[in-house]
């Protein structure tokens, strides 16, 4: 596809991007063609060039969750809008935010049901021993030490969800259908929901089997599962993480699998990306995945829908899709 | 718990064990409570021992799928029930049972929750890469070399199962719930089943992303998934078997996954258990699981349970629970 030198393009709208310098979103080739993308990180001196452009600057789309200063936010005095590219918004200041007026979306609902289909497939994995049983098959175990030990059944375990928004509905809706039984903390009770309602992760985790933490990372739920939510899920309890690294206390969960006195682990996310405590490695109960639930093709195709979505409403002035709440 | 004599047990109802030598099945102390278990491999002379008691036995119980051959149903006269302790009947010669007018119950749906937990748990593993992605976190390659390809998602995938019994069925309960589409194959459509129905595996094949297979092995079924039904799976294809290794013809399934002509498979059963094909050990598109679909604790207790309902049942005259169809 041919593109327009940036002067021929006055008449398309402006979309500041804002990326970690590794990463080349894939979708850069198609918002050209209806957007005049300004990327700093291709021009030789991005701070002349951030500062050329300020004044026209109103949207930026922040690719993956690149965190944005208020150094840069003081740079764009017009921005109204920042459309994210991840569910988590941990990486934004939220708060300042709301003072400068500036909007947010994520990505909203687009990755909500392969994030979930990976926690599941986590949980399975964790309580049947899917990943460690491999090892065990390619090792050549199997044929000369005999049966492996027992999993676990799914059905009739105690499921505590984390946090039930988008993604933590689509957990609840799959694990229903292997008969286990649902109850979730969050901030406020869901007045549609059928399922137990725990004010506290604490009383969670003492009335689970297992807890799925499908929540977002902000301040009250940095370390939301610490040792006392450990202790009280007790030692054949399991945890799935599918939202931050940061979630959990992780040298206190360490502490905890390396004694025993948990049952088992799957991770999808880590505190300290993609450094995983190495202690972990040999543990034949802990599930490592590298950060990996939005990972596939149909996921950033509908990420790429939404953002193109909401770049062309902000230009049209029309509503926005997964707004979030700037409380 | 203090045993009785086998002297002193005339009045406790006899049931014949066959299993392998190296089994020791976990129910034999509760199955001894209730029965005058006659196992001939506690007895020094094993073929003198059946002979001795030949008469009286009236009911076999068959633990693991271990062959019953005809040489021993000649020694058992009056022989009437075999109560198996496995899905699978393939070590039964049906037609002879029939014509001997022995019953033959399985483990029915005992262990279908479980087998379909695993068969789905690899589909996810399969798709989204799961244990794969586990070994490249345990070898460090995360941090070192970035990040792991994408999986693909199983929203909108159309799962084709081969045999909707009381698995098949379970399987397909569960994925409804990720959004799938199922269709299936069995000998008979199923009339009260609102998937699409093909009445034989290569149009379902055709029609399929992923083929599911858990049907029963017999003369039938043996190589039901062969080289013209992997063709027509294609090169995207991913084939899960939860069933008997000789569903597939591993040979040809292996020429398959080395030249890329299918996507990927899920294996919890193979044609020469313990041993796997070595190609296979090579391959991140292929997870290979010890056969422990029914490896759970929950699993052994409601396989017990239906085990002394069917014994009980046999000796008081009232109606046997999974009777296998001698067709």
Redesign the interface.
């Given at each position: 596809m041919k593109q327009k030198s940036m002067d021929q393009q006055d008449d398309v709208p402006l979309v500041f991007v804002h990326r970690p310098p590794?990463f080349h979103f894939p979708f850069k080739d198609r918002l050209s063609t209806h957007f005049n993308l300004l990327d700093p990180l291709d021009s030789p001196d991005s701070t002349h060039f951030v500062r050329r452009h300020a004044n026209s600057i109103r949207v930026l789309l922040c690719v993956d969750p690149t965190p944005i200063s208020s150094d840069l936010l003081d740079l764009l005095p017009n921005l109204q809008l920042i459309v994210g590219s991840s569910v988590g918004v941990d990486h934004l200041d939220l708060s300042d935010c709301r003072r400068r007026g500036i909007a947010i979306t994520n990505s909203g609902v687009a990755f909500s049901?392969?994030v979930a289909?990976?926690a599941?497939?986590?949980l399975?994995?964790v309580l049947?021993?899917?990943?460690a049983?491999?090892?065990?098959?390619?090792s050549g175990f199997?044929?000369k030490t005999?049966?492996?030990?027992?999993?676990?059944?799914?059905?009739?375990k105690r499921i505590g969800i984390v946090g039930l928004g988008n993604i933590g509905s689509q957990v609840a809706?799959?694990l229903?259908?292997?008969?286990c039984i649902i109850s979730y903390n969050s901030r406020r009770k869901k007045p549609s929901v059928p399922f137990a309602y725990y004010a506290n992760i604490y009383d969670l985790a003492v009335n689970s089997d297992v807890l799925m933490v499908c929540c977002a990372l902000t301040e009250e739920t940095h370390h939301i599962v610490n040792k006392e939510v450990m202790a009280a899920l007790g030692k054949e309890g399991v945890i799935i993480n599918v939202g931050r690294g940061a979630l959990i206390d992780e040298k206190e969960m360490v502490r905890f699998l390396v004694r025993g006195e948990i049952g088992g682990v799957g991770l999808d996310v880590f505190e300290n990306e993609?450094?995983?405590p190495k202690e972990l490695?040999q543990l034949d109960n802990v599930?490592?995945?590298?950060h990996?639930a939005v990972?596939?093709?149909?996921?950033?195709d509908a990420l790429e829908e939404l953002i193109i979505f909401n770049l062309k409403a902000f230009f049209s002035h029309e509503p926005l899709r997964s707004l979030v709440e700037l409380e």
């Open positions: 590794s049901e392969d289909d990976l599941v497939g986590l399975i994995d049947r021993g899917i990943s049983a491999a090892r065990f098959v390619r199997w044929a005999g049966d492996y030990p027992l999993g676990f059944k799914l059905g009739g809706k799959r229903e259908a292997f008969g993609p450094d995983v490695f599930v490592l995945s590298p990996s990972a596939t093709p149909e996921c950033f």
